[in-house]
């Protein structure tokens, strides 16, 4: 994050004498990106965050790559996909991957992890389809609910803590294996959003308050990297941190919370941009007027995006009519052949006024695999659903690129 600030206590200088009421000092950490030339924070640990007491066996943690697929437009249809998995990282099943990012759907059906979990070379944004609850981290607790993005940089230990619901909790994560950031575009020389950028930093929501865990005993920290989940143990709790400041931190940013840049006539999926990365983009599609021209089409029109592959994930919303793209659906067009509007929509959508839907858009440089967990997911009839002698739907996909 481009904005400075801290939480607990602090010692007045950097790198100096801070000590615990026992008379010990505090473990100091740099967190620090891009070989201390990017952003930083330094926390304040009751331990030492280099004691590790043990190092289990690494469990097998990647995507599979499913053989024999075709080039063509796909959809996947996850909206009547109930429980994933158990616990949060054996939910998580992986759709769609390139070396960039991973994007997966993670449904968990148990209420709080009993590990704690970090990420050790990728960012992960996790948008918050159903569920309430805390994203607890070693930096504080960030209460969260629907529509929140919820963006955790690599190497922040945390947990997730979901509120007891009869709505199955539904996440999908994005994992990027460069730092996840705002376009840059929108900030100024300091970092500042500028007042064109569709959302600022007040809509931000850092960690509220810390959590400084005490216990002692054998906790467990999973580390995921290079396709593995590597197991460290600790005898204390990795939340153990007094205080912290800098820039790099988890938080928060809900997707209501983003502004709508609308024209007279059809905007492109750039106004749309909500995170950037290495080689891949985040838009937020949410509730907005459509275009305003006397003879504009709302209806985007048939593009080759010859450098990307776009995906959109379904959010919520009036689903027009449209039989098959639902909630959870995904869509995937890649580069190499065009998409656009399906038969008779075009002209459907002209007087149209305004759209209430909601969908999250993946947009890469480098091609998509889909991965074997996504097969059973995968709508056959989705490639040939252009054709005039297709299904005849208005398809909810046909009014946002
Ligand atoms: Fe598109």
């Given at each position: 994050m481009a904005f400075y600030y801290k939480l607990g206590e602090i010692p007045h200088k950097r790198h100096t004498q801070f000590r615990q009421p026992d008379g010990s000092l505090y473990a100091e950490q740099l967190v620090g990106t891009l070989g201390f030339s990017g952003v930083s924070s330094l926390l304040y640990h009751i331990n030492p965050p280099t004691q590790i007491s043990r190092i289990g066996e690494a469990k097998p943690f990647a995507p599979k790559k499913a053989e024999g697929v075709?080039?063509?437009?796909?959809?996947?249809?996850?909206?009547?996909?109930?429980?994933?998995?158990?616990?949060?990282?054996?939910?998580?099943?992986?759709?769609?991957?390139?070396?960039?990012?991973?994007?997966?759907?993670?449904?968990?059906?148990?209420?709080?992890m009993d590990y704690y979990y970090k990420n050790g070379q990728a960012d992960e944004v996790v948008f918050v389809h159903d569920g309430t609850g805390d994203l607890l981290t070693q930096m504080g607790r960030i209460p969260f609910g629907p529509g929140d993005y919820l963006v955790i940089p690599r190497t922040i230990i945390h947990k997730f803590r979901f509120d007891k619901s009869e709505k199955q909790v539904r996440l999908l994560v994005i994992e990027s294996f460069s730092p996840i950031e705002t376009p840059r575009r929108y900030r100024n020389y300091f970092g500042q959003l500028l007042e064109h950028s569709p959302f600022c930093e007040r809509d931000m929501r850092p960690p509220v308050e810390l959590i400084t865990e005490t216990t002692k005993g054998e906790h467990l920290v999973q580390v995921k990297k290079e396709g593995e989940l590597h197991q460290f143990y600790y005898n204390f709790s990795p939340f153990d941190a007094v205080g912290w400041d800098g820039y790099f931190y988890p938080y928060a940013f809900n997707i209501a919370d983003f502004e709508p840049i609308t024209g007279r006539i059809h905007q492109p999926p750039p106004v749309h941009q909500t995170?950037?990365?290495?080689?891949?983009?985040?838009?937020?599609?949410?509730?907005?007027?459509?275009?305003?021209h006397p003879l504009s089409i709302p209806a985007p029109y048939n593009h080759s995006n010859v450098d990307s592959d776009e995906v959109l994930y379904y959010v919520e919303g009036n689903f027009m009519s449209r039989k098959g793209v639902e909630r959870g659906s995904f869509t995937i067009h890649p580069g190499g052949i065009p998409h656009g509007p399906h038969p008779g929509t075009v002209e459907a959508s002209i007087g149209k006024k305004e759209t209430e839907e909601y969908a999250v858009m993946v947009d890469t440089f480098k091609p998509l695999y889909l991965t074997e967990d996504a097969l059973p997911y995968l709508d056959e009839n989705y490639p040939m659903s252009w054709n005039e002698h297709g299904d005849g739907n208005v398809r909810k996909g046909d009014m946002f690129d």
């Amino acid at each position: 994050m481009a904005f400075y600030y801290k939480l607990g206590e602090i010692p007045h200088k950097r790198h100096t004498q801070f000590r615990q009421p026992d008379g010990s000092l505090y473990a100091e950490q740099l967190v620090g990106t891009l070989g201390f030339s990017g952003v930083s924070s330094l926390l304040y640990h009751i331990n030492p965050p280099t004691q590790i007491s043990r190092i289990g066996e690494a469990k097998p943690f990647a995507p599979k790559k499913a053989e024999g697929v075709k080039l063509a437009p796909q959809h996947l249809k996850t909206v009547e996909v109930n429980a994933t998995g158990s616990d949060y990282l054996n939910a998580r099943k992986t759709m769609l991957f390139n070396s960039d990012v991973a994007v997966s759907i993670c449904n968990p059906s148990e209420q709080e992890m009993d590990y704690y979990y970090k990420n050790g070379q990728a960012d992960e944004v996790v948008f918050v389809h159903d569920g309430t609850g805390d994203l607890l981290t070693q930096m504080g607790r960030i209460p969260f609910g629907p529509g929140d993005y919820l963006v955790i940089p690599r190497t922040i230990i945390h947990k997730f803590r979901f509120d007891k619901s009869e709505k199955q909790v539904r996440l999908l994560v994005i994992e990027s294996f460069s730092p996840i950031e705002t376009p840059r575009r929108y900030r100024n020389y300091f970092g500042q959003l500028l007042e064109h950028s569709p959302f600022c930093e007040r809509d931000m929501r850092p960690p509220v308050e810390l959590i400084t865990e005490t216990t002692k005993g054998e906790h467990l920290v999973q580390v995921k990297k290079e396709g593995e989940l590597h197991q460290f143990y600790y005898n204390f709790s990795p939340f153990d941190a007094v205080g912290w400041d800098g820039y790099f931190y988890p938080y928060a940013f809900n997707i209501a919370d983003f502004e709508p840049i609308t024209g007279r006539i059809h905007q492109p999926p750039p106004v749309h941009q909500t995170f950037e990365a290495h080689n891949f983009v985040i838009c937020s599609f949410v509730p907005r007027l459509f275009d305003y021209h006397p003879l504009s089409i709302p209806a985007p029109y048939n593009h080759s995006n010859v450098d990307s592959d776009e995906v959109l994930y379904y959010v919520e919303g009036n689903f027009m009519s449209r039989k098959g793209v639902e909630r959870g659906s995904f869509t995937i067009h890649p580069g190499g052949i065009p998409h656009g509007p399906h038969p008779g929509t075009v002209e459907a959508s002209i007087g149209k006024k305004e759209t209430e839907e909601y969908a999250v858009m993946v947009d890469t440089f480098k091609p998509l695999y889909l991965t074997e967990d996504a097969l059973p997911y995968l709508d056959e009839n989705y490639p040939m659903s252009w054709n005039e002698h297709g299904d005849g739907n208005v398809r909810k996909g046909d009014m946002f690129d």
